[in-house]
């Protein structure tokens, strides 16, 4: 067994195993005014697909983000409200899908409550791994689950890249573009948008 295997089984840590702060940080910023603040920090778009055995998932997420080239390692975090975090905290492998102004219709289907996202029209199969993939979208990476950490009302991932494929390559001046989330809506990036 790898060190890997062993870190993807390790359950989530609570958050009091976390090392104590080195001083009193209460009282916190309220909820609202700490989604105010991110409201306008925009972030990259993503679906994310597993299947721990007992059907596949996915979810929309904007907190993907690289973290390391050397080993290929990325993070991101869902909120334990979401109808995928069951699936993904038993899941030993994930497909992080990141997607483009073509990709919207998928994105926007990844966030949509209470909903097959796999019985609609977006064409999907599994990988000869088993993971669940979507076609058409601009890139996919395949990823080991080396470690989570529950973190308030969400988990944080850490995966290591195993495979990837690139449908295509952002293009700013087809109008089409990057897809970013900003202020509760969807945004393209493109020629438009340089400064």
């Known amino acids: 067994m790898t060190r890997s295997d062993t870190l993807a089984r390790r359950p989530p840590r609570a ?11 209460s009282p916190s910023l309220p909820a609202d005014d700490f989604k105010a603040v ?30 390391s080239a050397d080993p290929p390692l990325l993070v991101f975090s ?9 699936v993904l ?3 030993e492998t994930v497909v992080v899908h990141l997607l483009d102004a073509r990709d919207l219709e998928l994105a926007k289907l990844g966030a949509a409550r209470g909903i ?3 019985a609609s029209t977006h064409q999907w199969t599994r990988l000869a791994t088993g993971e669940p993939v979507y ?21 944080i991932f850490a995966a290591q890249a195993l495979e990837s494929h690139i449908e295509r390559d952002v293009d700013l001046s087809d109008g089409e573009g990057a897809l970013v989330y900003h202020d509760r809506t969807w945004h393209r990036l493109g020629d ?4």
């Not at 958050?15 to 940080?25: K, N, Q, R, T, V």
């Not at 920090?41 to 996915?58: E, R, S």
């Not at 869902?78 to 069951?86: E, F, T």
């Open 38 to 67: 991110f409201r306008g920090h925009p972030g990259g778009v993503a679906v994310i697909t597993a299947d721990a055995g007992d059907g596949p998932v996915a979810l929309t997420a904007s907190s993907v983000s690289s973290v």
């Open 15 to 25: 958050a009091s195993e976390l090392a104590a702060p080195p001083h009193d940080l």
């Open 89 to 91: 905290s038993r899941a």
């Open 78 to 86: 869902i909120s334990a409200s979401s109808s995928a975090s069951d």
């Open 192 to 195: 438009h948008s340089r400064i």
């Open 135 to 155: 076609h058409d979208v601009r890139a996919w990476v395949r990823c080991a689950v080396i470690d989570r950490l529950n973190a308030g009302s969400s988990t």
């Open 116 to 118: 097959d996202r796999f």
